[in-house]
């Protein structure tokens, strides 16, 4: 089969981010759009981005794009792909859709256009008017955008955030995929100090030691193409294999996370044993007001409450303070902080931000909030450009 053409999703703000992890894994001809990636891979490599994909929602395997202004176009032009390459005769399907800015603004009568127009291919090619759907599920996506069709299957299953770990989660928990994003949209690298003082259920830090220990954040879960006969069952062993073997088991990180609340700390521990970092990183119950930093250098990344779904402003303004007199002359400190109070450079008054990258955190727009710090003296000559 010749090269398919994936697409990594992603939340808007990290389609840089998971550029870099592609072009990372050797992926070549990448182009990249408001919240995707498209790469060119064969069908033995779409194991590689369900694995290694840290900062991507899912790899979809795009079947084809087309103008559609009214249902007949859709029918017609759906019916007319290659579903028969990927579906079999005792596959399950169902039919996802999506419609921006476009004629064809109903979702529901969108999918069923797509629904029955892949039907009618499959009995088509099949020579059958009944599938009884018992084998390997296959979701189909429409997603219109200005009048254009594009047609895909989800390769992944549940979203590439679901590592797997996460059994203990706070009431606001970051995804993990953003989490580690802004790790890699931060100095950190492993052989450097970093702390979160208000950790909560652990997942920045779980993610910066996975990443660390180059653990393949897929490897302990599945996915809906490992069953499709459409990619060697071979590929998933051999790719799984080559993630085992990857990971640096010799890594000595200095990951630091605190919290005020016992149940949360207990929680990071837990989550971070099930990711294989237990060992990595140091938990403890302490009140973001007693911090006390002896460092001269470090990195901290962070995502306090703000307000909207925990936390209240007097509490908010108080772990501010705290922040600003405690990292105010530390200006070998990295500060990363996300948030969605727009007010946050006001009380962290050691410098204005260097950068403000705007990204959100499920439906919540938030600002990730950049503070270098100089770089201890023997990695002076290094860039700090990101």
Known sequence: MDKLTLIATS???????????????????????????????????????????????RVLLKLGEFPATTFDELF???????????????????????????????????????????????????????????????????????DVATLTIDTSGPGLNRRGYRTQAGAAALKETLASALVQLSFWEKDRLLIDPMCGSGTILIEAAMLGKNIAPGQNRSFASEEWPGIPSKAWRVARLKAYESVDKNSNLQLFGYDIDPVSVDAARINARKAGVGNDILFEQKDMHNLWIDKQYGILISNPPYGIKVGEFKEMNAIYISLNKTFKKKTGWSVYILTADKKFPAYFKRAQPDRVRKLFNGQIEV????????????????????
Not at 35 to 57: H, M, Y
Request: proline share 4%; glycine share 6%.
């Open 367 to 386: 600002n990730y909030y950049q503070y270098y710090g100089e770089r201890p003296k023997e990695e002076a000559g290094s860039s700090d450009s990101l």
């Open 76 to 146: 017609e032009q759906t019916k007319a792909l290659s579903w028969e390459d990927w579906i079999t005769p005792d596959g399950k399907f169902t039919v996802n859709g999506k419609s921006i800015k476009s004629t064809l603004g109903s979702i529901s009568a969108c999918q069923s256009i797509v629904k029955k127009a892949v039907v009618e291919k499959l009995k088509a090619v099949y020579h059958r008017e009944w599938f009884e759907e018992t084998g390997a599920e296959f979701t189909v996506q429409v997603a219109l955008l200005k």
């Open 11 to 57: 939340t808007f703000g990290l389609e840089a981010v998971v550029k870099r992890e592609l072009i990372a894994m050797g992926f070549e001809d990448l182009k990249t759009s408001e919240g995707k990636v498209e790469f060119q891979a064969s069908p033995e490599e779409i194991p590689t981005p369900n694995l290694w994909l840290r900062c991507a929602d």
